[in-house]
């Protein structure tokens, strides 16, 4: 059938045919095709960017108001701990002292 060959058949490597420099229809039209998915995608996507877009733009500000509140918890627990007055107490004398710091101005 076939002769033996003691040495495999080296098969000759044909580059495919380059193409031409300039832009085909086809081209053009699976670009146009992709442009409009993602602008579609886009538009899909924009409610949500526009509602919650301002909240991550504050974030770095409700972070220092996170710390802020975490800081003053940690200082009451910490004042009650070494404190040896009643808790009611304590909470009515700080009531006191914040009704007496602020007075709000009114401008009529």
């Known amino acids: 059938m076939y002769p033996y060959r003691p040495y495999p058949i080296s098969y000759q490597f044909v580059p495919p045919p380059a193409k031409t420099a300039g ?12 442009a409009q998915q993602f602008i579609k ?20 500000a409700m972070w220092k108001l996170y710390k802020a509140f975490n800081e ?8 009650q701990k070494t404190d040896g007055k009643d ?4 909470a009515n004398e700080k009531v006191a002292e914040r009704r007496s710091e602020s007075i709000p101005k009114l401008y009529i």
Do not use: H
């Open 23 to 34: 832009f085909s229809l086809s081209s053009i039209q699976k670009w146009t095709g992709t």
């Open 72 to 79: 003053l918890d940690s200082a009451e627990t910490a004042e």
């Open 41 to 60: 995608t886009a538009n899909r996507y924009m409610p949500y960017v526009q509602q919650y877009g301002p909240m991550v733009k504050n974030f770095p």
């Open 87 to 90: 808790k009611k107490e304590s």
